[in-house]
């Protein structure tokens, strides 16, 4: 088979959810022998293209969305890793849908939600993807739920872990961390600072912990995303506001570090599509409290406790829980590890092959 690939979501240094998902499929793929690759990047991106020497080593073209025949004839199929796919072009064509947040209710801004929206359907519908991927089955069903008729071209490919973290970013100089050693056991939160990701309720129940007579500090990993403003002014008239660290991107090292010395990974989010911060936490011997629903509870299984999302309280007993159980947290850590285990890069790999070889046969 001979693929396009775009590679557009690698046009960054630090990689999140996405440009992770896409880095190791595409090296994953050049694994087959029978898959030739090309890498592809939308025209639009030009300014941009250099920062894809970062993680693709192959050579790059560039593409137009709408008038893509013109300089990739003659392959078989496009795959867009990040919900976007050309809306022409005499090839099989599969896409990545990696969540519906666009549709959920007061976690975007609402004009980004509806441009969302319109972008996502015109794709959908407009693009006529052969193929759709979801990272989970919540997403499949999800989408399915919303639009029956995309059911039997959709499939659920769950995302994989690698145990070192971020293997494609290690030569890369991130934003250095702004965090120090300190005597106080810390809780740790990866992740971008958005309205989603209930960092809100996260602070308001380490504040309940440490008005409680719990020694105890958050350190916040991430960069700003929609929300991040009031955020970070929640942050600074916290009563407990000393006690709560905040970083950009770190690197690989320093994240790993991070995950293994921290007393719980926080990620009761209030949406996800995969959450593959837990399963990064997990793999680092960390101990994982997350959302008792959506995807965060497929994801995590029974390796992890679970907390009322929209409840500070809940949140709050699940880490008292983990902190004051004799022998629970090495109990997570065990299950931790060999739950994070069951989700390979290779599996993904070979799943989304798979579904090139179905999309392939569907004339």
Avoid at 150 to 177: K, R, W
Avoid at 200 to 222: C, P, Q, S, Y
Avoid at 257 to 275: C, D, H, N, T
Wanted: net charge positive; aromatic share 8%.
């Amino acid at each position: 088979m001979k693929i396009l690939f775009d590679v557009t979501p690698l046009m960054r240094q630090g990689l999140t959810g996405v440009g992770v998902y896409a880095a190791n499929l595409l090296q994953g793929l050049l694994q087959y022998q029978d898959v030739h690759l090309r890498p592809v990047w939308k025209a639009s991106r030009f300014r941009q293209r250099r920062l894809l020497r970062h993680h693709v080593q192959l050579r790059t073209s560039p593409y137009l969305p709408l008038i893509s025949d013109v300089n990739i004839r003659g392959y078989d199929l496009f795959h867009g890793p990040d919900f976007k796919i050309p809306r022409q072009g005499r090839f099989k064509k599969v896409v990545t849908v990696h969540d519906l947040g666009v549709y959920q209710h007061g976690l975007l801004d609402e004009r980004f939600a509806a441009e969302g929206q319109v972008k996502l359907e015109t794709m959908l519908f407009g693009c006529r993807p052969d193929r759709i991927i979801t990272v989970s089955k919540f997403t499949r069903n999800a989408l399915v739920e919303r639009f029956p008729q995309l059911e039997a071209i959709t499939h659920a490919i769950p995302l994989g872990v690698n145990p070192l973290l971020f293997p494609a970013d290690q030569n890369l100089t991130l934003e250095a961390s702004s965090f120090t050693p300190s005597a106080p056991p810390y809780l740790l939160f990866v992740g971008a600072v958005e309205r989603r990701k209930n960092l809100r309720n996260i602070i308001k129940a380490m504040e309940l912990l440490i008005d409680r007579g719990e020694n105890l500090e958050l350190k916040i990993v991430g960069g700003d995303g929609y929300g991040a403003q009031e955020i970070n002014q929640q942050i600074r008239e916290s009563r407990h506001g000393g006690r709560i660290v905040r970083s950009g991107f770190v690197s690989s090292r320093d994240l790993s570090e991070l995950y293994q010395g921290a007393v719980g990974f926080l990620y009761p989010s209030l949406y996800e599509g995969f959450g593959l911060p837990i399963l990064e936490a997990m793999s680092a011997g960390c101990p994982v409290i997350t959302s008792n629903c959506g995807a965060m509870l497929e994801v995590s299984g029974n390796a992890a406790l679970h907390a009322d999302p929209t409840s500070p309280e809940s949140i709050a007993a699940q880490i008292t829980m983990l902190l004051q159980q004799s022998g629970l947290r090495e109990t997570l850590v065990s299950a931790g590890k060999a739950h994070a285990a069951c989700f390979g890069w290779d599996r993904c790999v070979a799943e989304t092959v798979k579904v090139y070889q179905e999309a392939m046969r569907n004339t």
